[in-house]
């Protein structure tokens, strides 16, 4: 048991240190789910608007994001929310959980704390036994506001249960699945990229599965992506494939721990290569520096995002149907039902940007990372500068987020183009794409000036963009007033092909963001490093 020394007071410090991101996590995800019920009610309130709605799961797209299919036939509103609802809130839970226990595994070995941490008395075992039991608490209690959401609504009891109970045991697999990874690469960004990597894998073992067979086939076994929705929740429930979950969170846990025992502190069970002795001539600048480090994260978000850009472009084909079948949503939105491909390729291409901001703030904080370890310091005790360092750290998101924005916007345009067999789409939608981007580059903007002047509330940007997120998914849905709207980051700029480009606004936000960096330039000029 001397191995597990500490824990208790382990779990309680994450618990303390981490009160803020757990919480904004849990009421996100809870309060999502709370409004989307009576929402999607709401809206598909007739058996004509549901079983329109199941036209659309039956496409490849739909079985991709909808899951095995069942309940298509009679399409109900408990199954409708057991089929589109999952795969979006266990997305979320994959990133809370690796992000979560890599921050406290491999991230504080990699800083050196773990092995302070150590010097005192404290098992061994105790900080991974620590992240995993907080990640476990903050899936169940996530699972449990699911429940109680489902439940309020008038939804059946046991397969409300049943729902909740699967998006928290594959919460927690997921942790598990991190866990392993963390003890192969010495870095905590190697160990979140293969926990990434891995879930991934596991979804298109799901994907495959679902596409070979309505209901699901051998590989979706394989895949804890699979089990939840495998319980039939509001069509035929059963629980025994819930009972997969355990069996594997404790294989994994043993092999974590196992293989934590194989390896030294610090240290990986993948040894990282050494460099060469000179840097090559494409490195031998600190822009060079930041794109290799970079490259791998920026092949992986562009692929991504063009992939399910595609994907999404070929429901243009169907989404005509299940909208045509429901005039109030038509009228919700605010479109004639001429505008009705332009307006659902107008608003998807605002998921495909809001993704790209996403990886732009995450990449410019790396840079905050850098700082915080020291390496930043040794950098800049060269013949570096503070603003070219930081200049080339924010130049490589920029074009990298730009580029995935426009690459994303020209796949879904050759997805609606492939479904409609009109390519003039292409252009379209590319254009469309391209139209947001000083969005994009608005929130590196804010990033930069926050980090430059004042670093701890760097989470305003978050929570602007988490705003901004909430108010595009749900904003129509639930009839937010037009003032709501209207303060989201993403309603800045007219959404193209529906609106007509506005130059005043495309140059005004551009010239926001120019202000922003400038001024987070020059104040990480002016300040101390490191500062909290």
């Not at 979560?100 to 773990?114: D, F, Y």
């Not at 049943?162 to 870095?187: D, K, N, P, R, Y």
């Not at 992939?307 to 299940?322: K, R």
């Not at 709207?485 to 993403?490: A, G, H, Q, T």
Request: charged share 10%; net charge neutral.
């Amino acid at each position: 048991m001397r191995k597990f020394t500490g824990t208790w007071a382990l779990i309680r410090f994450i618990l303390r240190r981490d009160r803020i991101r757990m919480t904004v996590w849990t009421v996100a995800l809870g309060a999502s789910m709370f409004a989307m019920i009576p929402a999607m009610a709401d809206m598909f309130q007739t058996p004509e608007q549901l079983q329109a709605r199941a036209m659309v799961m039956e496409t490849p797209t739909g079985i991709v994001f909808g899951g095995p299919g069942y309940g298509l036939d009679d399409y109900t509103l408990g199954v409708m929310l057991a089929t589109e609802l999952p795969m979006t809130l266990l997305i979320a839970l994959a990133v809370m959980s690796i992000l979560h226990v890599v921050r406290h595994t491999r991230a504080e070995e990699e800083s050196g704390r773990a092995e302070l941490l150590r010097a005192n008395v404290l098992g061994s075992s105790a900080q991974m036994t620590a992240a995993l039991a907080t990640n476990a608490l903050a899936n169940t209690v996530i699972g449990a506001l699911m429940a109680l959401s489902l439940i309020a609504n008038d939804l059946a009891a046991a397969d409300s249960v049943a729902f909740g109970a699967g998006m928290a045991l594959a919460g927690i697999t997921f942790g598990a699945i991190t866990a392993v990874c963390a003890q192969v690469s010495e870095h905590s960004r190697g160990a979140s990229g293969l926990a990434f990597m891995a879930v991934g894998v596991l979804f298109m073992f799901r994907v495959v599965g679902d596409m070979a067979e309505r209901g699901g086939s051998a590989p979706s076994w394989f895949s804890p992506w699979a089990w939840a929705q495998q319980t039939r929740m509001f069509d035929d429930l059963r629980w025994w494939p819930l009972a997969l979950y355990p069996l594997v969170i404790a294989v994994l846990f043993a092999a974590a721990f196992a293989l934590a025992g194989r390896r030294d502190l610090g240290a990986g069970l993948v040894a990282s290569r050494p460099g060469p002795a000179e840097a090559g001539p494409l490195l031998n600048s600190v822009f060079a520096l930041n794109l290799r480090l970079q490259r791998t994260s920026i092949i992986v978000w562009t692929a991504a995002i063009s992939l399910f850009a595609l994907s999404f472009g070929t429901l243009i084909s169907e989404i005509d149907v299940m909208v045509e079948q429901n005039p109030e949503l038509i009228a919700r939105m605010g479109l004639g039902a001429q505008d009705l491909s332009h307006g659902f390729l107008g608003m998807l291409v605002l998921y495909v940007v809001m993704t790209a901001t996403a990886f732009a703030v995450l990449s410019v904080l790396r840079a905050r990372a850098e700082e915080s370890s020291g390496r930043a310091e040794l950098t800049l005790s060269a013949a570096v500068g503070r603003i070219r360092w930081l200049g080339a750290a924010v130049l490589v998101s920029a074009l990298a987020a730009s580029t995935m924005t426009v690459l994303g916007g020209l796949a879904m345009g050759l997805g609606a183009g492939i479904a409609t067999e009109d390519y003039g789409w292409v252009g379209t939608v590319t254009g469309a794409a391209a139209a947001q981007l000083p969005l994009v580059l608005l929130f590196i903007g804010l990033t930069v000036l926050f980090l430059g002047v004042a670093p701890r509330l760097v989470g305003l940007v978050w929570a602007w963009f988490g705003y901004g997120l909430a108010v595009t998914v749900l904003g129509v849905i639930v009839g937010m007033p037009d003032w709501m709207l209207d303060v989201s980051p993403f309603s800045l700029l007219p959404q193209l092909p529906v609106d007509e480009f506005g130059p005043v606004p495309f140059l005004a936000v551009l010239g926001a963001a120019a202000v922003a960096a400038a001024v987070g330039l020059v104040g990480f000029r002016n300040r101390d490093l490191a500062t909290v």
